[in-house]
């Protein structure tokens, strides 16, 4: 949810579901712009921190989708398992 709030103007809609051996979290943003990960350092080769976030989801995850929402923004479902 902190990226959302950093990057996609604030939650609009937070789920979590347990859906047999999994947890399935959506989070909806006000962005219509797509999750990118991005390298650690700036163009002169300098930590800038951040840029973790994606990229955990992304490994962690059994399943990750991105879909428009109707209203505008999008929701990112992450399928994690529970065993």
């Known amino acids: 949810t902190t990226n959302a709030i950093l990057h996609g103007g604030g939650v609009t809609d937070f ?3 347990v859906v047999g051996p999994d947890l399935r979290v959506c989070v909806s943003d006000r962005s219509d712009r797509l999750p990118v990960a991005r390298t650690p350092l700036d163009g002169q080769g300098r ?3 951040g840029g973790r976030g994606w990229p955990i ?3 962690l995850a059994r399943d990750v989708q991105v879909s428009d929402l109707p209203s505008g923004g999008k929701c990112i479902s992450a399928v994690v398992s529970l065993s």
């Open 15 to 17: 789920h979590v579901d």
């Open 57 to 59: 989801v992304c490994r």
């Open 47 to 49: 930590y800038r921190g």
